[in-house]
Nanobody
């Protein structure tokens, strides 16, 4: 099994910054991608940013130029630096980890999605 734990959320004024962290642990064989998704009240869950093991990065159009995703492959950790925050950035931020694990037979399993519990981000004056 894989445990995914997010941290770093909080309340910030418009224009402020926050840095989210996502740490994955457990019987991980190889992580292929880590990403941040956002669940805002009354809206569908959306991809905010995603980074692959090879370093390919995708951002939602709404956060380009303001958010930066990075990753420490050695520590199975991803970060989301959020600058120039806007009220519309408010929501629960969930970390997604796509990885292969070491199965009961000792062999790698197929790639599976694992999710954290989420961390709340509120942008308000």
């Amino acid at each position: 099994q894989v445990q995914v734990v997010e941290s770093g959320g909080g309340l910030v004024q418009p224009g402020g910054s926050l840095r989210l962290s996502c740490a994955a642990s457990g019987s991980i064989f190889r992580i292929s991608a880590m990403g941040w998704y956002r669940q805002a009240p009354g809206k569908q869950q959306e991809l905010v940013a995603r980074i692959t093991s090879g370093g390919s990065i995708d951002y939602a159009d709404s956060v380009k130029g303001r958010f930066t995703i990075s990753r420490d492959n050695a520590k199975n950790t991803a970060f989301l630096q959020m600058d120039s925050l806007k009220p519309e950035d408010t929501g629960v931020y969930l970390c997604n980890v796509q990885c292969r694990t070491i199965g009961a037979t000792g062999l790698p399993t197929d790639t599976t999605d694992y999710w954290g519990q989420g961390t709340q981000v509120a942008v308000s004056s």
